[in-house]
């Protein structure tokens, strides 16, 4: 992996971009869903606690490991989970708490063969670096998207006036 330790550090610091980025929202703001049916910012949020949990860590950590995958079920888990209805401030602290968790493992490996394979059934050969570097890139991808919930959101309080002045998306 190229630059490991800046990575690992930008995972360190998520957490308090995304407290950041909604601290203050109201409740219905973070669970407003736009009219595409697209994740609510709160979603957004619980699938990056169980995805940190279920997905990321233990993907990189079994493939480092020569260890098979568990199945996840990422769209399954927003209705299962019930994830529009848990509290933003509960969803945040635990994924704080589970990306110290990932931080303190990352920070932990002495070695790493970034070059170990699991094989996807679907998507092939995927190395350990692939995973790694695909982490870091889903919380990136995850605060687009709640930049676009917020921008969404923007558009539904300013109407009718438009707001195409700021630019656009």
């Known amino acids: ?57 233990p993907r990189v950590e079994r493939t480092l490991a020569g260890r098979n995958w568990d199945p996840i079920d990422p769209e399954g888990w927003v209705h299962e989970r019930h994830y529009n209805g848990q509290s933003p401030d509960e969803v945040l602290a635990r994924f704080a708490v589970e990306r110290e968790k990932s931080v303190t493992w990352l920070k932990s490996l002495t070695a790493p063969d970034w070059d170990a394979v699991h094989e996807h059934p679907a998507l092939g050969s995927i190395s350990a670096g692939d995973v ?32 195409g002045y700021a630019g656009s998306w």
């Open 132 to 163: 790694m570097a695909s982490w870091c890139a889903h919380d990136a991808l995850h605060l687009r998207q709640i930049a676009k919930r917020l921008f969404e959101l923007a558009n539904r309080d300013g109407s009718p006036y438009l707001t």
């Open 1 to 57: 992996m190229h630059n490991f330790k800046a990575a690992v550090d930008r995972m360190a610091s998520f957490p308090r971009t995304l407290k950041t980025l909604v601290d203050g929202l109201p409740a219905s703001d973070l669970r407003w869903k736009p009219p595409s049916g697209a994740w609510s910012i709160l979603e957004i949020l619980c699938h990056l606690a169980d995805e940190e949990v279920a997905d990321f860590r």
